[in-house]
């Protein structure tokens, strides 16, 4: 019986192993890319920090090139500005619209549930030319604020199921407490409602951040100048060779440059999300 469990666990592992070393490989060649000149096979060749000198200046030099890219701390400045603030904005509408739906039986509610799940269902990217239309219309075309609105408005609709959830594992003895203390629904729902979903607000916050700052397709699309270009569109100028000529060494420096944020903010996140896991298994 041993080795029959044996030789189940081994053909997993192996699954698992052919599954993932493309990928691992994959990140290999970008890390050695950075910090080698020359890699035979799996073997890098004269180890240098050439590639890594736009950290301390923030000007990335790509040889060939006629033209520089935008400042790596301006475009890393408005990453995090943009990322920050989609999750700002996602959790307080997330949170007010959730309670209300959670709460308050109005007519048409069960109508407005399934309108929001299926506006979920649309791809973003099939909007892409009305979104064009309305952001000009607004005089909000190459702004951050235009991709903010967008990225906002298009992830709405899964945080407020994702905070309905929540609101729904709160019972109503708890908050009629807090009025019955003087409390009114605005104070209740800040002073003792949000914090008993601290978890729900953690999620959105994991992933609203993440998806702002890996935001690529609105910014391509709505933004013209550089001096407002994020961290993703600065890599895919490195990579397309669009733009300028391509330089291997500089563009896998940069595109580490650009992970690492999220694998700090993710080593930070890990153990709210073991927790929002454990939580949500009996909210929904």
């Known amino acids: 019986m041993r080795i029959v469990e044996y030789a189940k666990k081994s053909v997993i592992y192996i699954i698992l192993v052919a599954i993932t070393l493309p990928i691992i490989l994959m990140y290999y060649y970008l890390f050695v890319s950075s910090f080698f000149e020359n890699v035979v096979g799996l073997i890098p060749y004269n180890f240098t920090l050439k590639y890594w000198q736009f950290i301390l200046s923030g000007e990335i030099r790509v040889p060939g090139a006629s033209v520089y890219y935008p400042n790596l701390y301006l475009v890393t400045f408005n990453t995090f500005l943009l990322a920050v603030t989609i999750a700002f904005f996602e959790v307080i509408f997330s949170s007010l619209a959730g309670y209300v739906i959670s709460r308050y039986k109005f007519w048409g509610r069960s109508r407005l549930l399934q309108t929001i799940l299926i506006l979920h269902s649309f791809p973003g990217i099939t909007l892409l030319i009305a979104l064009f239309y ?142 929002i896991q454990i939580t949500s298994k009996g909210t929904f």
């Open 134 to 275: 309305i952001i000009n219309i607004m005089g909000l075309y190459n702004t951050l604020t235009g991709v903010i609105i967008i990225k906002v408005a298009l992830d709405l609709p899964l945080d407020i199921w994702i905070m309905k959830g929540f609101f729904d594992g709160i019972p109503w003895d708890l908050e009629m407490s807090a009025l019955v203390d003087g409390c009114n629904r605005l104070q209740a729902w800040w002073k003792v409602i949000m914090p008993n979903v601290r978890n729900g607000i953690m999620a959105i916050i994991i992933f609203a951040f993440l998806s702002g700052w890996s935001e690529f397709i609105y910014i391509l699309t709505f933004i013209a100048q550089q001096k407002y270009w994020t961290l993703s569109m600065l890599v895919y100028a490195l990579t397309s060779g669009e733009y300028f000529y391509i330089a291997p060494g500089v563009t896998a420096a940069a595109a580490i440059f650009y992970m690492i944020p999220v694998i700090l903010f993710f080593l930070f996140a890990q153990k709210y999300l073991l927790r």
